[in-house]
């Protein structure tokens, strides 16, 4: 019998995105004379899940 190929380690030493590249999901320029309808709707939708997300 040869040995296990299913116990190697594997080379898992860096994750799948490097930390520089991360983002932290905040928008950091938005120029709100440049918003359609479309951004105006999606940032009332933001602003009602906070809203509901802070009173629990």
Not at 39 to 49: C, P
Request: proline share 2%; no cysteine; aromatic share 4%.
């Amino acid at each position: 019998m040869g040995r296990n190929e299913h116990r190697k380690s594997k080379n898992s030493f860096m994750g799948q995105t490097p930390a520089h590249q991360k983002l932290d999901g905040i928008d950091v320029e938005f120029a709100q004379e440049a918003a359609d309808h479309a951004d105006l709707e999606a940032q009332e939708r933001a602003r009602q899940a906070d809203k509901r997300a802070k009173q629990k």
